[in-house]
């Protein structure tokens, strides 16, 4: 499944969820990851989010049914999502 | 679903907080590791010792190619799937003439059945690789066979195609953009059927149409050779038939490679072939054609400890 978090999460930590996030998506800008996840990654990113946050944080993760979504981009493209380097 | 990571330029792979970073004097990325299937490497790649070990943590290849699109090399994790009865076998399969020749057969016939399926779907007249009857008493007859089932194919994809000449296969270096673009195809299956063929149990070095050479891993090469027509061929008919490619997307030296602009438009295209899923009927589920190659694995696996005869892919899409 196609995954989009975005998170707003207290300073101390953001630095860990980002560090954590890209271990499985892409960074797409600041606090926003993006890519294609296996059902059983979706579960270890919830869980591990769980661990890493505290109760006034709030993370967000949208499920899409596929990656045919239409992205509108105004300004800069910070960093494209791309299998190619 | 992992999905694979392509560098087309100089660079550096390291490790830093936890994951791979892509860095060069144009900047640096950071590629999602647990997500990655395997890395792809089109120009001069330089691996630190700390992404090496991350590498083979979450068990990603590393497959190297020159310029011209050729397989160089890998580096593989050292995990992977051991079984000793599995490589006995295989080895006694190879041994025994007539087992080989069983399984070499069945692999010349799931070639043919993929030139077919793929020409059938542009109704082109296959009619003169149709009547090419797959038979030998030995597996070099049947390399035999297969190059002429090979040199038919070409004949007739070259017809199909529009925009570019496509005359003979030439190789090291390729002489043509065509030539060029089967280069590349057959390198990348190449190492995704050698990626897939490490899941199974089987030694990617024991082989059965070709001759187990060394430093090669041939039985990579017998499972490529069926999927073949069916991702690299369609991949480069579709391109060139479109005008999505063209003589801008090439460099030219000595022989004909695709340049950064023209691997951009090439790798998506034939991994999203690979990535296509097929209804399987005897699953009864969709899987991708990349997935299709680790199942020839599987029934060949079934087929050695003796569970079930093993006939080759028949494509049906």
Not at chain 2, 216 to 229: E, N
Request: contains cysteine.
């Amino acid at each position: 499944m196609y995954v989009i978090v975005v998170y707003d999460v207290d300073v101390k930590r953001v630095a860990k969820v980002h560090r954590f996030l890209r271990t499985h998506l892409h960074w797409r800008q600041n606090s926003v990851f993006e890519g294609e996840l296996t059902r059983a990654q979706l579960y270890e990113i919830k869980k591990t989010l769980e661990d890493l946050i505290e109760e006034e944080d709030s993370v967000l993760i949208y499920e899409l049914p596929g990656s045919n979504f239409t992205l509108h981009v105004l300004g800069t493209d910070r960093n494209p999502v791309g299998e190619i380097i | 679903m992992k999905r694979p990571v392509y560098i087309t330029q100089m660079g550096m792979l390291e490790r830093r907080g936890n994951t791979l970073f892509f860095e060069n004097e144009n900047g640096k990325k950071a590629i999602p590791v647990n997500s990655t299937s395997e890395v792809h490497c089109f120009k001069p790649v330089t691996l630190t010792s700390g992404a090496i070990k991350l590498l083979s943590e979450k068990n990603v290849p590393v497959h190297f190619y020159n310029k011209y699109g050729y397989y160089r090399g890998s580096y593989m994790p050292a995990e992977g799937q051991v079984s000793g009865s599995v490589i006995i076998r295989q080895a006694e399969h190879y041994l025994d003439g007539e087992k080989r020749l069983h399984i070499a057969k069945q692999l010349v016939e799931g070639i043919k059945a993929s030139m077919l399926a793929l020409l059938k779907s542009y109704r082109a007249d296959a009619s003169s690789i149709e009547c090419i009857p797959v038979d030998g008493e030995s597996p070099a007859e049947l390399m035999g066979v297969e190059s002429t089932l090979w040199k038919e194919f070409y004949g007739i994809f070259g017809s199909l195609l529009k925009n570019f000449e496509f005359r003979e296969r030439s190789r090291r270096p390729p002489k043509d953009e065509v030539n060029a673009m089967i280069s590349y195809g057959n390198s990348v299956l190449y190492a995704v059927a050698l990626s897939e063929v490490r899941k199974t149990y089987l030694h990617p070095a024991i082989s059965f149409l070709h001759e187990p050479l060394e430093r090669r891993y041939s039985l990579a090469l017998d499972l490529s050779d069926i999927f073949k027509p069916l991702t690299v061929f369609r991949v480069i008919l579709r391109l060139v038939n479109r005008g999505k490619i063209g003589e801008e997307h090439f460099g030219r030296d000595v022989g004909v490679m695709l340049n950064r602009e023209g691997l951009k438009v090439f790798l998506p295209e034939l991994n999203g072939e690979l990535e296509r899923k097929v209804l399987h009927p005897k699953l009864k589920r969709n899987v991708s054609i990349r997935y299709l190659i680790r199942l020839e694995g599987y029934s060949l696996v079934k087929h050695l400890l003796g569970d079930r005869t093993y006939t080759s892919l028949r494509a049906w899409w």
